[in-house]
Structure formats: C-alpha cells, structure tokens
C-alpha cells in the first residue's frame, strides 16, 4: 500500500484559511458518545479493504474519547497489519480503512473545535448589533458595521479596529470588577511619539504631565 498520507493532508483545510472561508466550510458531522461504543471496536486485524480519500474525510467523525482511544491504540498513522472499522456508520458496511484515518478525524476534530469558536463569536455579535444596526451596539465607538468584516481576514490593525478592541477589554475588565486599570484611546500612541520626539523638554513641560503621571503608575506597578 503506497502512502496516503501527504494526499490526505492535501485535501484538509489548511491551517492559515481565512475565516470568512473556515465559518462556510462544510465539515462532517461529529457523532454523540454513547455507552455502546467502544475503541476496541474500531480496530481489526484485517488489511484495509478502502482507500478512499473523498469518503475518509467525509465520513461522520466518531466521539472525542474515541479518536483519543485509537489514537493510543495504533502505534503509528500507517499500519499495514491493521485497520479501522466505523461502527457509529452504518452506512459504512465492511469498509475496512487504513489506520491514518484516525490522524485525519483527530485533526478535523480540531477544525471543528475552531469553526464553532468562531460561529459562536459571530453570531454572539450579530446578536449585539440587532438593535443598533448602524454601529457596534454599547460602545463609546461609533463603528460602522462593515468594519468589522475586517475582522475575518487578516487585515484588522486600523486604528478604529485596535479601539474597538480596546472597549470590548475595557467592558470584559469591569465586568470582572477590574476597575482600577486604566484602558486609554488609540491616540495615546501620538502623545508618547511626541514625547520621545521631545524628550529634552518632557520631564518638566506641563503639556506632559498627565502622561508623566500615567508613565510613573505604570512604572510604580
């Protein structure tokens, strides 16, 4: 049996997909545990009967506890005297896979992990914004929503998008009753090029006093 795993690997969803693509990919469904279940159940002596990639990665993924059972019962990705069963498919009849199938539902389950991450975050935002469709609802920062599909791709440090950040840790911190940090503007970051600019006169010129006194807090801790 020649190696099927860079083909494999090949046809998985790459690890720096945006995440407008990773929110529509479609993924296979994961299977709920049940009792009956069981990981030696997986595994046969038998060679593998099936090389199909396209049904591999398409076949309903079994439960987290399993994937990590098979994943201590099979020594290596690629077993010639092994192969897995899928007894949560009954669709599956006697199809026998090679082992590093195992390595492909361990690494969707982890794609799955982070498609609901993000499916959550999105609707959870949605939520927020139903009711004031024009900006992000309860912020000081009159934002237009079509900011935020920045978020989705790579391109999110514009200074609006570093101060919608900002709010949403300055809102996280008081909820926690973090009261006494100190989450200021974006604008900070000219006050202190300025200073460092004019670092002769910043010790002693009134302009600088607020930051000097914010500068000796932090130092102070």
């Known amino acids: 049996m020649?190696?099927?795993l860079p083909d494999i690997q090949r046809c998985l969803p790459d690890g720096r997909i945006p995440v407008l693509a990773l929110l529509t990919i479609s993924l296979p469904e994961v299977v709920?545990?049940?009792?009956?279940?069981?990981p030696e159940?997986?595994?046969s002596s038998l060679p593998p009967n099936s090389e199909d990639i396209d049904k591999m990665l398409t076949l309903p993924i079994p439960p987290p506890d399993i994937v990590n059972a098979l994943q201590h019962l099979i020594?290596?990705?690629?077993?010639s005297d092994m192969s897995v069963f899928c007894p949560h498919v009954p669709t599956a009849g006697g199809k026998c896979f090679p082992t590093m199938i195992v390595l492909?539902?361990?690494?969707?389950?982890?794609?799955?992990g982070v498609q609901s991450k993000w499916k959550e975050a999105v609707d959870k935002l949605q939520k927020r914004m139903v009711q004031e469709p024009e900006s992000v609802l309860g912020l000081e920062s009159k934002i237009e929503t079509h900011?935020?599909?920045?978020?989705?791709?790579t391109e999110w440090l514009s200074d609006d998008h570093k101060q919608l950040m900002l709010e949403l840790l300055k809102i996280?911190?008081?909820k926690a009753g973090q009261h006494d940090i100190l989450v200021e503007h974006t604008a900070i970051i000219l006050l202190l090029t300025a200073a460092y600019a004019d670092r002769q006169n910043y010790a002693s010129d009134w302009h600088y006093a607020w930051l000097r006194m914010h500068g000796e807090d932090l130092a102070a801790g």
Do not use: G
């Open 2 to 4: 020649s190696s099927l």
């Open 147 to 153: 900011i935020l599909s920045a978020f989705f791709t």
């Open 32 to 38: 709920t545990a049940n009792r009956i279940m069981q």
């Open 104 to 112: 492909c539902w361990a690494r969707l389950l982890e794609i799955c």
């Open 172 to 174: 996280d911190l008081q």
């Open 75 to 79: 020594r290596k990705p690629e077993q």
């Open 41 to 43: 159940k997986y595994v």
